[in-house]
Structure formats: structure tokens, C-alpha cells
């Protein structure tokens, strides 16, 4: 087990109680957890995003866990789980239902520390106690902890005042923080977005002057990250805080040089996919994509706002899917969805002018009439029309299945065939005591 030194900040301890924190507002996996952890003789901590969302009075949608034991000692805590990652090892605890439990050794804050001339954060495994572990995180409003046994919250970092004052701050000094691992900056605006904070002017300061080192992070990462934002209940204010300190931008270059107004554009467009998200409803990639891109379409293309012919709407799916596809590089869209997005953007003239005539046979035949359809739809509402007809969303996300337990019983087999009770006509139909041999 490891212990902070005698030299280690001292903690803020806090008694969650007057916060309306309480043990029965976890999730009884998650206290499973942690209290099979401490009687096994680790320390293990609730940490990270769901201890924020408790204090902010959220209901968490994951409950992650910290601890001092290493992976192989959490694997012997708990058979029903597996050990995964590459750049640092942690474990899945397994739940009915397919739900999924993480828990992750103390982390050292070598890269904290360390001087090094690295443009991006170097791997390791190297494990430590919860002091490094909390200043190894990226904001201060993710690094605090939640004690279950001293029903407290533990602060090393400065999270729960910066909680209180409804502010986003890197830990650390953020030019480095930021230069080490220049993903924290998408991170920054997206809890600031989500929660309708302000962020620290430091940390503002080095998200600005440090944009373009997102080119050197992995590609899948900025790309997941981006949908990590557009599959959220706060896709409008995540659209203009961006924009306002450039991010938007730098994410998607062909809206530089736009006017400001068109963000706003953006903005209601999202907010309509945020109305939907709150309901559940995931709306696929490639519509959230083409909302994104709409206002952009409008301001650069001509033919958006006019009546179109459908060999003329062809031709300008053509301009915008190559011009998507040299503005798209760094996130490595597939050339799919490139061409579904094109496609949707260039027959939204169409199913304009159509609108008012109703929506002929031939029409609704084509294979792109329903999904053209619903992303007209949105488009309309955020214009100040009815809501999107319930018939063309996707179904809401269904609830995990039931677990075993509550279950009814599994039916017992009969067994094979050969061992059914003996009846008339016998097994398989031959009477099975009126068979005589012929003497």
C-alpha cells in the first residue's frame, strides 16, 4: 500500500453531507467496489467526473475509481473483470447488464515534474498515491476525490473551489500542461460548455496561443474527442465558446474568415441535436456532421439557397464532397461519410422547394428520401418550426437488460430423448415392451 509523503500537500477534507452527497446516491456497483477494495486492504477512491457531477448536485453517468492496488492485485479482488490499455494498464470490473465498472492504479506525475523537451507526453506505467495521482489529472474540477468510508471529499488540487466559483482550470502551470498533451484544451471548453462555467483567464490564455499543437496529437484522439462533443446536451454552448476562443475553428478550418454571426447559426442548429440528446435520442454521425457544416454550405455555395434541378443538386454534392474532403484531412473522415454529409447538404434545396408540394411517390422511393427527410426536419426546427416528426428519429436508447437475478428461473431440461418417461407408443413411436422376437 502507498502512503503520501511527510513533504505532500496537505489535503482539503470536506464532509459531503452538507453537499447532498450520500452513500445512496452511488452506484451500488460502484460502492461494491470500493468497499471490496478496502476490506481486501487497498485504499480506493471514487474520482474524477462523477465525484464533480455529485458535488454540482448531477446524476453521474460513470463512476470511476482510483486505488492504490495494482492491476494483477485488483484482477484477484474481482474474477468477473479484465485488464486492458496500453499506454497505462487499467481494469474493467464487469456487471450485469454489460455495465462496466473502471478502476485505475494511482498514477505518478513523472510528466508533471519532468523536464523534457518531448512535444507530447511520453508513455509509461508507472504507478504512485493519490497526491500524484490527482495533480497527474487535467483540471482541477476533475481531481478530487470521494472517500466512501469517511463519506468526504478529498481536494489536493483546488477543485472545490474552483467548483464553488463555477470556474475551468488546468492543474499546473497550463502553457506546459497544455504543450505535454494538447488534447486538455478540448477538454477545457467542453466542461466549461457543458457546465456554464468561465475559463481561468491562464488557462484561456494557453488554449489561444496553443491551437495548432493539436496536429501533432494522434488523429483518432482529436476525432473522438469532437464526438464526444457533439453527443452531448450541450452542443450550443460547446459551438460558441469554441468559436470565441478558436478551437471551432482550428477543428474545422473552413469556417476561418466566415462572419460571427454564422456561429450562431451553428448554435441553434445544434441546439435542436442537444433537445434530442436529452431525450435519449443518438442522432448518427453523418446528420450531426452535416448540421455542423450547414451554415458553412450556405455562406460559401451559391446554389444552397436556390431552386435546384437533381442533376444540378448531383454536381454540387461533388464541389462539397472534395472540398470536405481537403478541409477534413487531420480527422480523417471515412470517404463514406464524406459523400453521405455532401449528399445531404446539396439535396436540402430540394427538399425545400418540395416541401410546400408535398412529397411525390418517386420521390420518397429514392434511398436517400428518409434520411434527406429528417435532416430537413432539424433544419426547420431550428428555423422556428414544429419539432421534428417522432416517426423519423431513432429509437431513444433502450435500458440495460434485466440482470439473471431477476429473472424467472431457468425451465429445467427434460433431458434427451431416450430418457422420457415410458408411455404409450414408446420412444420415438416404437412400443418398447411389445416387441417379441420371433421364436
Not at 81 to 87: D, E, F, N
Not at 207 to 215: G, I, P, Q, T
Not at 332 to 359: V, Y
Amino acid at each position: 500500500m502507498t502512503t503520501p509523503s511527510a513533504s505532500a500537500p496537505q489535503p482539503l477534507v470536506i464532509p459531503v453531507a452538507e453537499h447532498g452527497i450520500s452513500r445512496d446516491r452511488l452506484d451500488p456497483d460502484a460502492l461494491s467496489v470500493l468497499e471490496r477494495l478496502a476490506a481486501a486492504g487497498y485504499q480506493a477512491y471514487l474520482v474524477g467526473g462523477g465525484v464533480r457531477d455529485l458535488y454540482l448536485g448531477k446524476n453521474p453517468k460513470d463512476f470511476d475509481i482510483s486505488t492504490d492496488a495494482h492491476p494483477g492485485q485488483i484482477r484477484k479482488v474481482f474474477r468477473n473483470s479484465r485488464t486492458i490499455g496500453r499506454r497505462f494498464r487499467l481494469v474493467q470490473v464487469f456487471f450485469g447488464g454489460k455495465k462496466i465498472i473502471e478502476v485505475s492504479t494511482f498514477r505518478c506525475r513523472s510528466e508533471f515534474d519532468q523536464e523534457s523537451s518531448d512535444k507530447v507526453l511520453a508513455a509509461n506505467n508507472t504507478f504512485g498515491n493519490e497526491v500524484d495521482d490527482a495533480f497527474r489529472r487535467d483540471l482541477t474540477i476533475n481531481g478530487i476525490f470521494y472517500d466512501q468510508a469517511e463519506e468526504s471529499v478529498i481536494d489536493y488540487v483546488g477543485g472545490v473551489a474552483d467548483l464553488d466559483d463555477k470556474v475551468v482550470r488546468v492543474i499546473g502551470e497550463p502553457e506546459r500542461r497544455i504543450t505535454r498533451d494538447p488534447v486538455r484544451m478540448m477538454r477545457a471548453v467542453r466542461h466549461a460548455a457543458r457546465a456554464g462555467f468561465t475559463i481561468e483567464p491562464a488557462t484561456l490564455a494557453a488554449v489561444k496561443d496553443h491551437l495548432s499543437d493539436l496536429s501533432v496529437c494522434p488523429v483518432s484522439r482529436v476525432r473522438d474527442e469532437l464526438f464526444k462533443d457533439l453527443h452531448h446536451v450541450a452542443t450550443g454552448p460547446w459551438v460558441e465558446l469554441a468559436a470565441e476562443c478558436g478551437l471551432f475553428q482550428e477543428l474545422l478550418p473552413m469556417y476561418r474568415g466566415l462572419e460571427p454571426d454564422v456561429y450562431q447559426e451553428v448554435a441553434r442548429l445544434m441546439a435542436v441535436s442537444d433537445r434530442l440528446q436529452a431525450a435519449d435520442i443518438r442522432l448518427p454521425d453523418d446528420i450531426l456532421l452535416a448540421l455542423l457544416f450547414l451554415p458553412w454550405a450556405q455562406a460559401t455555395y451559391t446554389e444552397m439557397g436556390q431552386e435546384l434541378k437533381t442533376g444540378e443538386a448531383f454536381q454540387l454534392s461533388r464541389q462539397i464532397r472534395d472540398r470536405l474532403g481537403k478541409e477534413l484531412k487531420h480527422l480523417d473522415i471515412k470517404r463514406a461519410a464524406k459523400e453521405q454529409i455532401a449528399t445531404l447538404l446539396a439535396l436540402l434545396p430540394i427538399f425545400h422547394q418540395t416541401a410546400s408540394r408535398g412529397w411525390p411517390k418517386w420521390f420518397q422511393r429514392k434511398s436517400y428520401f428518409k434520411e434527406g427527410l429528417l435532416f430537413f426536419s432539424l433544419w426547420q426546427e431550428a428555423k422556428g418550426g414544429d419539432p421534428v416528426d417522432p416517426e423519423l428519429l431513432p429509437r431513444p436508447a433502450t435500458p440495460p437488460p434485466v440482470r439473471r437475478s431477476a429473472r424467472k428461473p431457468a425451465r429445467r431440461s427434460r433431458g434427451p430423448a431416450y430418457a422420457v418417461k415410458k408411455q404409450k407408443g414408446g420412444v420415438f413411436g416404437f412400443k418398447q415392451n411389445e416387441v417379441k422376437r420371433k421364436k
